[in-house]
């Protein structure tokens, strides 16, 4: 009864944590992107291939590059991505 207790403890915590981690935009895979709240397969695919094109993503701001992402949905994504060097 203890074990499940604590096991139940653990995944929430594990959930919660996680769901507010940053996702970093030089690293994501496309399902890691496609957690992102806005984020779908072909925004996703398209961040890809920016980066792949034009390197790592030097700042968030530069995803307004990126076909598909406006100042409106980057204004909502900014909290949930990172850039890390």
Known sequence: MLKSIF???FLVLFLF???F???NLNTADKAALESISGIGPA???AIIKYR???GSFKSVDELL???GVGP???DNIKEQ???TK
């Open 81 to 83: 991505v990172e850039i």
């Open 43 to 45: 925004k996703a695919e």
């Open 17 to 19: 944590i996680s769901a």
């Open 21 to 23: 981690a940053a996702i």
């Open 7 to 9: 096991g139940s403890v």
């Open 52 to 54: 792949d094109e034009h």
């Open 72 to 74: 409106k949905m980057l």
């Open 65 to 67: 590059n990126v076909k």
